[in-house]
């Protein structure tokens, strides 16, 4: 039997239960697994290789639309998300991200992950390429949807979502968990 850190083990436990019904994001879940395996401190933004991040599908009142970022670093149309800096309740982080991103209160995250990535983040000043092993999860805005810009981002703003299916300018992730979304709904 493999002895896991308790950060390794409640990773690996969220991941397990995950059932990815996209066909071209198939392989992320198994990806995600084995790096959680391999590294004790995957959560820690300090494991140079990559880490875990926690990302939000940020959806308003009546859920039809749903805010991103335009993201100061990375320079894209993005969920809003972050480092895990060591908290593997990743439910958790991505909740604390749309919170301290968009300004917003009156939040509420669902549990269970919405869609999971694998993705390089480029080389920036000291940090060397890494990989970002992104765990997404539905965060529910029920309170004001007036948002304030953070220092991470250019810009937010409200999309909708079913506008954003066939919109070859957004993110094929940004499409994924759309598709996803309207599935659901």
């Keep these: 039997m493999d002895n896991f850190s308790p950060t ?7 991941l397990n239960q995950y059932v990815e019904d996209e066909l071209e ?15 004790e401190n995957c959560c820690e933004r300090t ?7 926690g990302s939000c599908w940020l959806v308003s009142n009546d859920g039809d639309r ?18 895990a800096d060591g ?7 991505a909740l ?16 269970e992950i ?13 940090d060397a390429e890494h990989y970002h092993h992104d765990v997404r999860f539905v965060v529910h805005a029920t309170g004001s949807e007036d948002f304030v810009v953070s220092d991470e981002s250019h810009a937010l703003a409200w999309r909708v979502i079913s506008e954003l299916v066939d919109d070859d ?3 094929e992730s940004i499409r994924r968990m759309a598709r996803k979304w309207l599935k659901r709904s």
Excluded at 8 to 14: A, D, G, I, M, P
Excluded at 74 to 82: A, T
Excluded at 87 to 93: C, E, H, M, R
């Design 8 to 14: 390794q083990q409640q990773v690996l436990n969220l």
């Design 25 to 39: 994001n198939r392989h992320s879940k198994g990806v995600l697994i084995e790096f959680a395996k391999q590294y």
């Design 47 to 53: 494991l140079t290789v990559g880490h875990f991040t």
């Design 66 to 83: 749903v805010l991103l970022t335009h993201h100061k670093k990375l320079e894209r149309w993005l969920q809003l998300g972050g480092h």
């Design 87 to 93: 908290d593997s309740d990743l439910a958790q982080v």
């Design 96 to 111: 604390r991200e749309a919170e301290e991103e968009s300004g917003l209160s009156d939040l509420i995250v669902e549990p």
């Design 114 to 126: 919405f869609d999971l990535e694998r993705h390089a983040i480029p080389a920036r000043g000291a």
């Design 169 to 171: 300018e957004a993110e």
